[in-house]
């Protein structure tokens, strides 16, 4: 897959998250897999279309994904993965995916984006055709996978 289309997302999760209150951004190994990304608890999408399609794929424990929804919501507890904390996760990932694409828009790679999908049921999601390029991160010291899938 090509660096330039893959580098504007991780470049967007490295300035957005630090703007939504997360102290420690930390990449880890790259890593990749062939269609289909493991829903880890909790699983959230966001597909591309246009002259780039594809998905853009977070997933983590459902542990993880309340301490980081609190963080989004400033501060606020969240003791249950409620629709207000899905809510506040989804978001987190339409603004790293809506930074990216707006990236690759002005380099001339046309990108849309549907509405981010959560999933805390389905054990697998294909997220491309063929391979795609994952990304650890650890997000405050709480670690999360992201598939990029690009057709």
């Known amino acids: 897959m090509d660096a330039r289309l893959v580098n504007p997302f991780i470049t ?3 300035i957005v998250l630090p703007q939504m209150g997360f102290k420690n951004v930390a990449r880890g190994k790259l890593f990749s897999g062939n269609q289909f990304i493991d829903n880890q608890g909790v699983l959230i999408n966001v597909a591309l279309i246009n002259n780039l399609t594809g998905n853009f794929a977070f997933t983590m424990t ?6 980081l929804s609190s963080v989004i919501m400033m501060g606020t507890p969240v003791n249950t993965f409620d629709a207000m ?3 506040a996760l989804c978001e987190m ?3 790293v995916a809506s930074n990216a694409a707006t990236s690759l828009n002005k380099e001339g790679i046309a990108v849309n984006l549907v509405p981010p999908a959560l999933s805390q049921t389905a054990t697998k999601l294909k997220i491309c055709d063929t ?3 994952g990304i650890e991160m ?3 010291e709480l670690p ?3 598939g990029i ?3």
């Not at 459902?62 to 301490?67: L, P, V, Y």
């Open 85 to 87: 904390a899905q809510s």
């Open 93 to 95: 990932v339409n603004i």
């Open 12 to 14: 967007a999760l490295s």
């Open 144 to 146: 999360v996978a992201i």
């Open 131 to 133: 391979n795609y390029i």
């Open 138 to 140: 650890v997000i405050d």
């Open 149 to 151: 899938g690009l057709n």
């Open 62 to 67: 459902e542990e993880s994904a309340k301490r």
